[in-house]
């Protein structure tokens, strides 16, 4: 079950206001030009910012999510119209052969189990046409990024035409080994809304091992240009 801020609809219309600036996406738009993609899978494509930077590039895109609400808004972008949004996971996928397959922003950290994580690696290894690649990132555990996690460092205010003002922060539930549960809290005007997550911090040896099981090809471990020291930019390939 896909968490609040995704799959409620009046949380899913506040993710891109309390959020605009997705400069980190640059990133991942510069490495589908770096491998020559013309075909690109964005798994956990959410509300689609990356899909439609992709579309109005000519490119062949296909995004999926599970939360209905998120893809809702991701169909009202410019550019959502040349993209194939599919509700569901990539567990469910009809058969596929695209060059690229990605997983941008936290996105490989909400798989929580083992199971979860290999499924899915094994969903974008079938997707992926021979020599095509897979590449995501992931917060390096080692940074402890969600020490900065409550209200006094992660509160922001912001004014959202048609809805009002907006303050939204994170704070940390929980940390249970690689687990880190936190709650986002939006109070907008005076009402009170909540949603619940978990992400896992996996080192980047588990992460590399994961590939190999899953008979994909680790080719790089890069630094996130826009927040070095702090993430592992993995790129793998199906070789066969």
């Avoid at 936290?106 to 290999?118: I, K």
Wanted: proline share 5%; charged share 30%; aromatic share 8%.
């Amino acid at each position: 079950m896909p968490d609040a801020i995704f799959e409620l609809p009046r949380l899913a219309g506040l993710y891109d206001p309390l959020d605009p600036d997705r400069s980190d996406l640059d990133a991942y738009v510069d490495l589908v030009e770096e491998f020559g993609a013309a075909s690109v899978l964005d798994i956990g494509c959410g509300t689609g910012t990356f899909a439609c930077l992709l579309s109005m590039k000519d490119l062949d895109v296909i995004g999926v999510d599970p939360a209905a609400a998120s893809l809702e808004v991701a169909r009202r972008k410019r550019g959502a119209d040349r993209v194939r949004w599919l509700h569901g996971y990539a567990t469910s996928l009809p058969p596929l052969a695209v060059r690229m397959v990605t997983m941008t922003g936290n996105v490989a950290q909400v798989f929580l189990t083992d199971e979860e994580w290999a499924t899915t690696l094994r969903a974008a290894r079938r997707a992926l046409q021979r020599g095509g690649r897979l590449t995501f990132e992931v917060r390096d555990p080692s940074r402890r990024a969600w020490q900065a996690w409550n209200r006094e460092q992660s509160r922001t205010t912001v004014h959202v035409p048609e809805v009002g003002n907006v303050d939204h922060w994170v704070q940390v539930t929980d940390v249970a080994g690689q687990l880190v549960s936190f709650t986002s809290t939006f109070d907008i005007d005076g009402e009170i809304l909540t949603s619940n997550s978990t992400l896992r911090f996996r080192e980047r040896a588990e992460i590399e091992a994961s590939l190999r099981t899953a008979d994909l090809r680790l080719l790089d471990v890069r630094d996130a240009p826009d927040r070095p020291g702090l993430e592992f930019v993995f790129v793998a390939e199906r070789s066969d």
